[in-house]
């Protein structure tokens, strides 16, 4: 695996002794990250927030080219919020229209390098030619069987908890059962990531400790990662330090770790 990084990375380099500490017999299938601290690296270079967001644009990419290398099942980022709509509408309408050129720039390269693109959240919420970006790219990438770049886009957790719940409750009517029988098999099955392993690693950029309403489902046995790095400035060793983090777990999903016979 370490093959695909060759002439990328330099030998002896941090980056290079970096990977050399991963065990690539314990990746995480998913990796799930909140991409904070564009408005703050904006105001710390005296520029406005949205020259964050198109800086953060490069992270995406380092992110996407990683995890694709490291053979990540699956990466989703978290775009935009149901409540980033709270947000000035010079922002807004400045991140939807870098939104749309980033899709349509990347897909090529997304396609090429056999990944699915995959958008979650209210998305019919979206302005129609967003929509139509995300559907395209969407079509294009569907047959391909390599990692899942999954993107947030107009979501919330407890929007879908509740959209699933609704979805799950016809399916138990279709199916002529009771109410009672109600399983947490029957939501997974009507989340937007039904098609997803569920999430091992959260990264959170720019060192703020919340989950800001993402994932709140999947995220149940998921080990948490935060870096004070904002996300203009996240790039491959970062992503590097937060996998040999996850490896130094101790993931129990609410068992005990067995102790040896006195």
Known sequence: MFE???GVIKPNSTEAKLLASIDVTRL?????????????WARAQGKPRIFGHRAGADSV???????ARLEIKAVTLYAFSTENWKRPKTE?????QMLKRFIRSELKEVHANNIRFQAIGEIYGLEADVQKEITNASQTTMNNTGMVMCVALNYGARAEIVRA???????????ND????LSEKDIERNLYTWNLPDVDLLIRTSGE????NFLLWQLAYSEIFVTPTLFPDFRRPQIFEAII???KRDRRFGGVKSEPPA
């Open 28 to 40: 995480p299938q998913h990796i799930a990250i909140i991409m904070d601290g564009n408005g703050r």
């Open 4 to 6: 695909s990084f060759a």
């Open 245 to 247: 983090e996850y490896q």
């Open 92 to 96: 807004i309408k400045g991140l939807m």
């Open 61 to 67: 990419r380092a992110i996407v080219d990683t995890c």
């Open 165 to 175: 719940a609704r979805l799950a409750y016809q399916d138990i009517e279709r199916r």
């Open 178 to 181: 009771v109410i009672d029988h």
């Open 209 to 212: 400790f919340r989950i800001s």
